[in-house]
């Protein structure tokens, strides 16, 4: 069979990768994919939110079916575009995908379906959220445990976690007034800040069925000891000891279903991964927010677990018969992704510089290196494209040996200006 995977990031390398390693498929295109997916598969010059571009190829190539990697075109209602056309496709409708397109839209629903989440108000515009912030918190202007999110898509960044009323302001400022985040910033909600441990939980659903994943724990910040801006995502380790056999029954029936019967009762089914970002509180698990589609860096040590044919999971999915889909195989080893970035991600980076040392690291065993922003010069050197570079994966006997193999990798990796950070996984060996 011939499989189309929409994206151009090491979510959608590593996708490819699983579903190209199965023996039912014969070719696996990406749109418009990077320089690693030109190696494990065949490039197609169609950008990811070219809705038409990429039905017209599905059609004209006879595509099989098609796998959808980024939110943004999920959102845009890539998936209502191909089965328009009769095509099958992987990933939830235009309407389902507000789960992630509008923060505002996700807490109604989990109100809606009494998911446990942080309380929250909604504001239209920066004089109302002002007057709430200077009134409500006259008295404790330097005590101020809040978050500040833009109700739009903002590539990870639109949430600003404040810790005094001038941090708030300021963030009310950047995301109303000073539109750092364009559209996203129409609306915004401004929610009680919750303490604890991040984790992700992440299902496959087909709108009745639940296939609970791993869990999985990313890391945000952009420097060692959880520093810095907020990022994409600056590496991941799966699974991960925070979460344990009764946590993770506890929020497959206290958030997934709940989620996935309040979507289908609004007549808004939802089909694919449901993305969980929890907060590990004191009082237990609390929703931040909902993706709808894989992680990345997550999915990358998530599939490089997997052992059951990814592409029977996505058919079932799309054909509604996940049901009868067994238990997942997975490998008892853990995995960690290391993301290389290029010098000044988050913010300004220079594209075009030459990554050497890519074949020395593919050789060391338990290792895989997924391109994110990658892709080729004039002279066919592989050169830096994005502000996160690589995601450089590996397994182990245990997370601390998964992590020297990861890192082992990231040594043998260079180009001018590379940095990552040097302790993915940490906070899962302490706790081991």
């Not at 996708?15 to 490039?43: H, Q, Y």
């Not at 839209?105 to 109302?128: G, I, M, Q, W, Y």
């Not at 698990?285 to 029977?312: A, M, S």
Request: charged residues 25%; hydrophobic residues 40%; glycine residues 8%.
């Amino acid at each position: 069979m011939k499989v189309l995977v929409v994206g151009n990031g090491g979510r959608e390398h590593a996708l490819a990768w699983k579903i190209g390693r199965s023996s039912r498929v014969d070719r696996v295109f990406v749109a418009p994919g990077n320089a690693g997916t030109a190696i494990d598969c065949e490039n197609v010059a169609v950008a990811s939110d070219d809705i038409a571009g990429l039905v017209k190829f599905a059609k004209s190539n006879e595509i099989d079916i098609t796998v959808v990697g980024p939110e943004i075109p999920l959102c845009m209602g890539v998936v209502d575009a191909f089965e328009t056309e009769g095509l099958r496709v992987f990933g939830p409708s235009k309407a389902a995908a507000q789960l992630e397109g509008s923060k505002v839209f996700c807490k109604n629903v989990l109100r809606s379906a009494d998911v446990p989440t942080a309380d929250f108000h909604e504001f239209r515009d920066a004089s109302s959220a002002e007057r709430f912030v200077n009134e409500r918190y006259s008295e404790t202007p330097d005590d101020v445990p809040l978050v500040v999110k833009a109700d739009g898509l903002a590539a990870g960044k639109g949430a600003i976690v404040c810790n005094t009323r001038d941090e708030v302001l300021e963030a009310i400022d950047q995301i109303a007034r000073r539109r750092e985040f364009g559209s996203a910033g129409d609306r915004m909600i401004i929610e009680d800040r919750m303490s604890g441990t991040e984790a992700s939980i992440l299902a496959i659903t087909d709108g009745r069925t639940i296939l609970t994943l791993p869990p999985a724990e990313d890391h945000k910040r952009a420097h060692d000891n959880d520093a810095g801006p907020n990022t994409g995502g600056m590496g991941a380790y799966c699974p991960t000891p925070s979460i344990d056999e009764k946590t993770l029954s506890w929020v497959d029936e206290h958030v997934l279903v709940p989620t996935v019967h309040v979507m289908k009762r609004q007549r808004n089914p939802f089909r694919g991964i449901l993305y969980a970002g929890l907060m590990l509180t004191p009082q237990g698990p609390r929703v931040l927010e909902y993706n709808v589609r894989f992680g990345d860096p997550e999915c990358q040590p998530l599939l490089f677990r997997l052992k059951t044919d990814l592409i029977d999971v996505i058919e079932a999915t799309v054909d509604r018969r996940l049901d009868q889909i067994g238990p997942l195989e997975w490998d008892n080893r853990p995995s960690i992704c290391v993301v290389m970035a290029s010098e000044g991600y988050p913010t300004a980076y220079e594209k075009g510089r030459v990554i050497r040392g890519l074949e020395e690291a593919a050789q060391l065993p338990d290792v895989k290196v997924f391109h994110a922003g990658t892709t080729h010069d004039a002279g066919q050197n592989v050169v830096t494209n994005g502000g996160r570079v690589l995601g450089v994966t590996a397994m182990g006997d245990s997370i601390s040996a998964a992590k020297l193999q990861a890192y082992k990798a990231v040594k043998c990796i260079r180009w001018d200006g590379a940095w990552c950070r040097k302790d993915i996984s940490d906070k899962a060996i302490a706790t081991t």
